[in-house]
């Protein structure tokens, strides 16, 4: 999925970034860009469950999200957030997320 994101840079960094693209080293802006934040993603240490499990904590995913995202089954999530000392919430968050979850069990169930 290509998205577009606009971003504000100090002038300085726009210069050098500009000068790089300039010397042929990237395409253009954009390519500089998307590689500098590739580079930066590919630099992070935190592991996808640690992620998952920080974005559970703050209610911004489900129980379920937070397993796609770590890459466990759904017993394995819960196991990752009692090993945390975490209580998992075993009800949706909101009546949005508990409509998909339905709809979502009603076609699995198919």
Same mark, same amino acid.
């Given at each position: @999925? *290509? ?6 840079? #100090? ?5 050098? +970034? ?10 253009? @802006?954009?390519?500089?860009? &998307? ?21 559970? *904590? ?5 129980? $379920?999200?937070?397993?796609?995202? +770590? $890459? ?5 999530? %819960?196991?990752?957030?009692?090993? &945390?000392?975490?209580? #998992?919430? @075993?009800?949706?968050?909101? +009546? ?5 979850? %339905?709809?979502?069990?009603? &076609?699995? %169930?198919?």
């Amino acid at each position: @999925m *290509k998205s577009t994101t606009y971003i504000s840079l #100090p002038q300085v960094v726009r210069q050098r +970034a500009e000068l790089l693209v300039d010397a042929g080293l990237y395409g253009n @802006m954009s390519e500089f860009i &998307r590689e500098a934040v590739r580079h930066f993603l590919e630099e992070q240490k935190i592991h996808p469950t640690d992620l998952a499990v920080e974005l559970y *904590k703050k209610e911004r995913v489900s129980l $379920g999200k937070a397993a796609a995202i +770590a $890459g466990l089954s759904y017993d394995e999530m %819960l196991d990752a957030l009692y090993l &945390r000392g975490i209580e #998992p919430k @075993m009800e949706p968050l909101t +009546a949005k997320q508990a409509s998909v979850e %339905l709809k979502n069990a009603k &076609r699995l %169930l198919k």
